[in-house]
């Protein structure tokens, strides 16, 4: 850029767990703010149909509940929602679900033993060949995390104690499958029939109108977020890893501009009070705006001053504004010289999913709140998230300007 042009800004846009790229990067439209268009860094959001859908269903003891007579089939409507086409148990052998799969799930025993999902993702992933190929392979489970019963006899403990090391080898091992994006859908099914506690002893008919059950969905970024935007299930959680990987650089748009052109002659702040706007993505905004006024970062020139701007904030429509900025307030000056503002939004796990976790299942039969958790389910999203993503940011924009 030239130094006489009206504005000269440096925005950097960063956003890892999304689904969508700025609607506005690229885009050579003039427009008012046109004029203000800064340097960009932009994230591929292009989506591609999956060639081919597989499912797996978690074999492990527990997971019978799920297709017990006594059940109400939404598991097994979840299945058929997304039209597989294959289905194979996540057993040891891969066995292919072969005939009417509603047959074979009422029928199967579920004797699958542990839950290791730092042995089950990868081996998926390798199965299938999703770095390189246009599948997406989807993983059914109740999500627990358990051990071989062999552990748990020696030490009832085991698995608690055991929390950590778990989340620590499902990152370790994701982290060796470059290139893929994970999706996780939380439903929900009526529940009957015998659970397997933490201690690896059985409790027999259990029954719970909830139960939480997941999706994993595995696959590269563009056929995850395709999926993600196109999918049948009925949700009621979602979050994605690892969507959005693809730097596009060189393009314009105008993601951080002043809402007041006069305010600036060129890059340099002329006003005693400053307003800038931003635009928010699809995939960030639908995060909702008491997550983003929750959570967001903001700085001047590496100093966290979001408690002092925050109460300047605003979300409308995607875009984001903080208004009228006393630049001489003393809690938050901008002085002589040149400043970079940054508006920061990590990927959180939002509060509705720490709801679902649990470290104690041994009550579940009688316990409501047990019931409606789901074992170690925290290290197994903590897993997910610290082997896919490089880092906890959904969206990152900043701002160069001189005073």
């Not at 090391?165 to 929900?188: C, D, V």
């Not at 002893?201 to 969905?217: E, H, L, N, T």
């Not at 959005?244 to 809402?259: A, D, L, M, R, W």
């Not at 903001?298 to 429509?317: A, R």
Request: hydrophobic residues 35%; proline residues 4%; contains cysteine.
């Amino acid at each position: 850029m030239r130094k006489n042009n009206l504005f000269v800004a440096k925005a950097t846009l960063l956003f890892m767990g999304g689904l969508f790229l700025l609607s506005s990067c690229g885009d050579n439209k003039k427009t008012a703010s046109s004029k203000f268009a800064c340097e960009s860094v932009c994230y591929d959001d292009s989506v591609a149909k999956p060639a081919r859908v597989f499912a797996y269903i978690d074999a492990s003891g527990s997971m019978k509940g799920y297709f017990s007579l006594q059940s109400d089939g939404r598991f097994i409507s979840a299945l058929s929602d997304v039209n597989p086409d294959r289905i194979n148990w996540m057993d040891y052998g891969f066995t292919k679900l072969e005939g009417v799969p509603t047959n074979s799930l009422l029928t199967n025993r579920f004797s699958g033993g542990q839950s290791r999902f730092d042995m089950m993702l990868p081996s998926i992933i390798k199965r299938d060949s999703l770095s390189k190929s246009d599948c997406v392979s989807l993983l059914f489970t109740d999500g627990i995390l358990s051990a071989s019963k062999k552990d748990t006899d020696v030490n009832p403990n085991y698995m608690k104690q055991s929390l950590g090391t778990f989340k620590n080898m499902i990152a370790k091992s994701l982290k060796e499958t470059p290139g893929i994006a994970i999706a996780i859908f939380q439903m929900e099914s009526k529940y009957y029939g015998c659970y397997w506690n933490y201690e690896n002893k059985d409790v027999p008919a259990v029954s719970i109108k909830d139960r939480p059950f997941y999706v994993i969905v595995m696959g590269k970024p563009s056929l995850i977020r395709h999926f993600c935007k196109t999918n049948k299930l009925k949700k009621s959680l979602y979050t994605a890893f690892g969507a959005n990987e693809k730097e596009i650089k060189g393009k314009n748009g105008t993601f951080f501009s002043p809402v007041v052109p006069q305010d600036f002659k060129g890059d340099k702040l002329v006003s005693n009070t400053i307003a800038f706007t931003l635009t928010l993505p699809d995939n960030v905004s639908q995060y909702g705006d008491a997550y983003i006024k929750k959570n967001i970062i903001i700085t001047l020139d590496g100093n966290d001053k979001s408690q002092e701007l925050k109460p300047l904030l605003s979300i409308s429509d995607r875009q984001l504004t903080i208004s009228n900025w006393n630049t001489l307030d003393p809690s938050c000056p901008i002085g002589i010289g040149q400043h970079t503002l940054k508006v920061e939004i990590p990927h959180v796990i939002s509060d509705e999913w720490t709801k679902l976790y649990s470290e104690d299942d041994l009550n579940i039969k009688n316990d409501t709140t047990q019931q409606k958790r789901t074992f170690a389910l925290e290290y197994l999203i903590k897993g997910i998230q610290e082997g896919i993503e490089s880092n906890n940011v959904l969206f990152s924009s900043s701002i160069t300007f001189t005073k």
